[in-house]
């Protein structure tokens, strides 16, 4: 008979929860979520608005007027630029990540421990 072998997939979702915290909060966040999962076949999905993600997008002004919101509602939250949410993602030490526009004001960001 031969073995039979599973592999799972182990995946930590966040969706509209780090704009709510400052930069440093937000990397404490992550390296919980990054500690909770297995070593192998491992990932984060972040769903937030990312700011000046794709030029010329009809959304950008919805993405600013979150981070305005995100200003008046929160002591020290933000809405995220590409480059901030790298920052964010390299002080967590995760080895990579994607950031993929899906047609609505948040877009998906896939981070790989």
């Given at each position: 008979?031969e073995?039979?072998?599973?592999?799972?997939?182990?995946l930590?979702?966040?969706?509209?929860?780090?704009?709510?915290?400052?930069?440093?909060?937000?990397?404490?966040?992550?390296?919980?979520c990054?500690?909770?999962v297995?070593?192998?076949?491992?990932?984060?999905?972040?769903?937030?608005?990312?700011?000046?993600?794709?030029?010329?997008?009809?959304?950008e002004?919805?993405?600013?007027?979150?981070?305005?919101?995100?200003?008046?509602?929160?002591?020290?939250?933000k809405e995220?630029t590409?480059k901030?949410?790298?920052?964010?993602l390299?002080?967590?030490?995760?080895?990579?990540?994607?950031?993929?526009?899906?047609?609505?004001?948040q877009?998906?960001?896939?981070?790989f421990?």
């Amino acid at each position: 008979m031969e073995s039979m072998t599973c592999h799972f997939l182990y995946l930590y979702q966040l969706q509209r929860v780090l704009c709510d915290w400052n930069d440093d909060e937000c990397i404490q966040i992550l390296k919980k979520c990054k500690e909770a999962v297995p070593e192998d076949n491992r990932k984060v999905i972040i769903v937030e608005a990312v700011i000046d993600e794709v030029k010329d997008d009809k959304l950008e002004y919805d993405r600013l007027m979150l981070d305005m919101v995100m200003m008046a509602h929160t002591n020290t939250g933000k809405e995220r630029t590409s480059k901030e949410w790298e920052y964010v993602l390299q002080k967590t030490r995760f080895r990579s990540h994607t950031i993929k526009p899906i047609g609505v004001v948040q877009s998906i960001i896939e981070a790989f421990p």
